[in-house]
């Protein structure tokens, strides 16, 4: 997901605009330092890791003005669940549709954050 050249309508008064953006900028590990040296050059790139004259401070600043703020795993989580909303099923089939991605294409994932996780379940 690229950030885009204007201020983004993602506001919270269009919760599927904001959280579906935001979702999918999660899914695609795009924030995870280990996984975005993997990106093409982009601005996103240049912000997360403060490159081509951008300073550290830049990707917070961005993150505020052009994305209008990062919102938390509990907001992530009551829009996801809100019974308001009918996109339950659109959230859950793209993310069997990543998961898929990365069993057919583990070598695009090389870095799972997750990788702690499995080690500890089979020393179990």
């Known amino acids: 997901m690229e950030i885009p050249d204007d201020i983004i309508d993602l ?3 269009l919760p599927h ?3 579906g953006w935001w979702y999918l900028a999660i899914l695609s590990i795009q924030l995870d330092a ?5 990106l093409p050059a982009s601005e996103w790139r240049d912000l997360l890791f403060a490159e ?3 300073e550290e401070h830049d990707l917070a600043f961005i993150i505020e003005s052009r994305l209008s703020g990062m919102p938390t795993l509990a907001e992530m989580t009551d829009w ?3 019974p308001e909303f009918d996109h ?5 089939a793209l993310l069997r549709a990543v998961r ?3 069993l057919q294409a583990p070598e695009r994932f090389p870095y799972p954050s997750y990788q702690h ?3 500890h379940q089979e020393a179990e």
Do not use: H, I, K, V
């Open 117 to 119: 996780l499995s080690a």
């Open 80 to 82: 996801a669940c809100c």
């Open 88 to 92: 339950q099923a659109t959230y859950f």
């Open 11 to 13: 506001n919270r008064e």
């Open 17 to 19: 605009r904001f959280y």
């Open 52 to 54: 081509n004259g951008r």
């Open 34 to 38: 280990n996984y975005g040296r993997q």
């Open 100 to 102: 898929t991605l990365r």
